[in-house]
């Protein structure tokens, strides 16, 4: 079976954008790293197939995406889709944020997120 999980030849990509993460993923990481949420252990950027998530937890199969304007883009919501789809087929939950609400109520994500994963525990 093809390796899907953090292929060696998207490392660089994966360290790019951890080093160039929006305020929005910043501030939803400092929630989720270390174990702070849920104990669940949550790792940034990583690579599913030919994709990189925001956040994923391995032990649920969560992907969490955060969605600034441009997601707004009607090609872009074709691609969000698309990109989606292909990872839900490998049996990956994806939950998707606004930035916007990561800045405007973060407790209320927190809330969410945390009703969300009650369901897959």
Known sequence: MPQIYNKPEMKNI????R????TAERI???QLQGKKFKGLKFRR?????????DFYCASLRLAIELDGENHLD?????????RQEAIENLGI?????WNT?????????????????????
Request: some cysteine; hydrophobic content about 35%.
């Open 14 to 17: 994966r360290r790019l954008l």
């Open 19 to 22: 080093n160039n993460a929006p």
């Open 28 to 30: 939803l990481w400092q």
């Open 45 to 53: 950027q990583y690579s599913v197939d030919r994709y990189s998530v």
């Open 74 to 82: 009607h090609c872009q919501q074709k691609k969000d889709k698309d």
């Open 93 to 97: 939950k994806i939950i998707r944020f």
């Open 101 to 121: 609400d990561i800045f405007n109520n973060l407790e209320g994500v927190l809330i969410h997120l945390d009703e969300y994963t009650d369901e897959l525990i």
